[in-house]
């Protein structure tokens, strides 16, 4: 977070550490966006600011905080009396041509010496509050922000990883949005193509030479929101069926499979307990998971699985409702759909 980078600084005589990044100069300038356009007005094409409503030729426009991230205080005005509201509720707050295009996020990277060693951009897909959680390389532009990039960079000091953002006006122009002189939100892109921004950072800031990497392939990254959980019980083994459930559709569960060798990291007993009506080794050693488990146990069809599991503090998993049923009610222990896997693993 910008503000945090800004506090780190203004505290910086009291911290036993290197704060890693840009100086706190350009960190200042990039917080705040009018400074920022001041600044830059001139020498790359910023948004038109207007300070009275009679500067206004056009609606809508766009007004937000001079010093704010994540869209929050983001406001689109279609009219005279909306921006006078807006004014009115906050004086400080910024009102500027309004931006209809697309929008990009460049990421780039500094070293130590001021050279600029990355600098490519991406689409900004699928935005939520202000954070894209969709996003691709937009190569297509890749000439035109290579230009901006070097005026900013030549323009103030900057280290390690940073980025701005651009968005086109109504004549598809590329207009800059703001700059920050942290990790892009979404620059995990890049990490995935082999661009480390963060490992990069930490050996410019200590004055090791880097260089920059990059796969040459296209990629799309998306960001959902995600699930941890934390469980209260304890076990020591773990019983685990076979058909529809380690293998599905005659494919092995990679799910399934890492909590097994999570299971080994940790010592627990791993039971596969099947009534698979083929040859069991053999199936086994197709998928190659013979060598998993300390032990077999294959029971026929009419056969209760709650019988053969005698390990008291064990947990079970099967995509049988019955067979799940039935050993929770009979031996009392936790048991577990497929499905439910998400659960016991450990982030």
């Known amino acids: 977070m910008d503000g945090v980078i800004t506090k780190l600084h203004e505290i910086s005589a009291h911290l036993n550490c290197k704060i890693i990044g840009s100086p706190n100069e350009t960190n200042l300038l990039a917080l705040s966006k009018s400074k920022t356009y ?33 869209s929050r205080g983001t406001k689109l005005l279609v009219n005279q009396e909306e921006v006078i509201k807006r004014w009115e509720k906050n004086p400080e707050t910024l009102v500027l041509e309004y931006l209809p295009g697309e929008e990009f996020t460049v990421d780039c990277f500094t070293d130590r010496e001021g050279n600029l060693l990355f600098c490519s951009p991406r689409k900004r897909g699928r935005i939520q509050k202000g954070i894209s959680v969709n996003t691709t390389p937009a190569t297509e532009i890749a000439s035109s922000v290579k230009e901006m990039a070097e005026v900013i960079n030549k323009e103030v000091k900057l280290r390690g990883a940073w980025f701005f953002q651009v968005k086109e006006n109504s004549n598809k122009d590329l207009t800059l949005l703001e700059i920050a002189t942290r990790l892009g939100g979404s620059s995990a892109l890049y990490r995935a193509k082999g661009v480390n921004f963060a490992l990069m950072s930490v050996f410019d800031a200590f004055d090791f030479s880097v260089s920059v990497l990059e796969n040459d392939h296209f990629l799309e990254m998306d960001r959902a929101l995600d699930q941890r959980f934390q469980l209260d019980i304890t076990y020591d083994a773990v019983y685990v069926d076979l058909d529809d459930c380690l293998i599905i559709n005659q494919e092995v569960n990679p799910v399934l ?36 488990f300390d ?32 050993v929770a009610e009979k031996l009392g222990i936790p048991v577990f759909a497929p499905d439910a896997l998400p659960a016991l693993i450990n982030d």
């Not at 300070?51 to 007004?63: D, G, K, R, T, Y």
Request: proline share 3%; hydrophobic share 35%.
């Open 38 to 70: 001041s600044f830059f007005e001139g020498k790359i094409r910023v948004p038109k600011l207007f300070s009275s409503v009679s500067e206004i030729e056009a609606f809508p426009v766009f007004s937000k905080p001079d010093i704010g991230y994540g």
């Open 257 to 292: 499979v890492g909590f097994l060798y999570q299971c080994l990291n940790q010592n627990k007993r791993i039971v596969l307990l099947t009534k698979h009506e083929k040859n069991l080794e053999e199936t086994l050693n197709r998928f190659r998971l013979s060598r998993i």
């Open 295 to 326: 032990e077999h146990i294959h029971i026929k069809k009419e056969e209760s699985k709650a019988d053969f599991i005698t390990d008291r503090s064990a947990i079970f998993i099967d995509d049988s409702f019955a067979e799940r049923k039935n």
